[in-house]
Structures are given as structure tokens and as C-alpha cells.
Nanobody, 115 residues
Framework: VQFVESGGGLVQPGGSLRLSCGAS????????MRWYRQAPGKERELVAH????????DYTDSVKGRFTVSRDNNKNTVYLQMNSLKPEDTAVYYC?????????WGQGTQVTVSS
């Protein structure tokens, strides 16, 4: 099992980024997927959820209306489009299945929102 997150970087407040997470080692289309983030000194928190086939999505309140999660089951990839970024979105972003495959977290991708 492997998750490889990419697409992070340094962006100014109000900017946008699109994160990608490539997954392997399991049947991707059988699992709901989630994006999480962890800011320095804080617990990892759930950001977004997408079901496996219907593509139903849910978001934590702080990102609703700004972030959009999507997936491509043919590419075993889940995406997170982040718009109107705020300094409080600064964190390392991770993806995993739901329920999570503990012990198989990827390296994450750093998102820094700063002027």
C-alpha cells in the first residue's frame, strides 16, 4: 500500500493549489478516500471525504465552499482543489482511505499560505 501526495507549495492568501494523491497496492475503487492535514503543533484533522462510486463529498466546515475533492478511479488518484487559500490552511496534507490504512501514511505535501 502506498500513497504519494503532490502539488503543494507556497502561495499567497487568496491563491489556489491543486493537490494530487496517487494510490497503489489496493483496489482503489472499493474505498472512500479522505484528505487530512496537520499543522505544526496540532493534531491531524479531516479536511474532505469522497465516496468510492457515487462521488458524494463532505468537508470540514472551515473549507466548505473553497475546497473541492474529486477522484479518478481509472488513475487511482484523488484530488483536492483548494481556492481562496488562507494562512490557516498552512499544513502538511495527506490522503488515505476510509477507514484509514494505519501505518501506510504517505509523506504528505506541504502547503504554505503566506504573503
Amino acid at each position: 500500500v502506498q500513497f504519494v501526495e503532490s502539488g503543494g507549495g507556497l502561495v499567497q492568501p487568496g491563491g489556489s493549489l491543486r493537490l494530487s494523491c496517487g494510490a497503489s497496492g489496493f483496489t482503489f475503487s472499493s474505498y472512500a478516500m479522505r484528505w487530512y492535514r496537520q499543522a505544526p503543533g496540532k493534531e491531524r484533522e479531516l479536511v474532505a471525504h469522497i465516496t468510492n462510486h457515487s462521488g458524494r463529498t463532505d468537508y470540514t466546515d472551515s473549507v466548505k465552499g473553497r475546497f473541492t475533492v474529486s477522484r479518478d478511479n481509472n488513475k487511482n488518484t484523488v484530488y483536492l482543489q483548494m481556492n481562496s487559500l488562507k494562512p490557516e490552511d498552512t499544513a502538511v496534507y495527506y490522503c488515505n482511505t476510509f477507514p484509514p490504512k494505519e501505518g501506510y501514511w504517505g509523506q504528505g505535501t506541504q502547503v504554505t499560505v503566506s504573503s
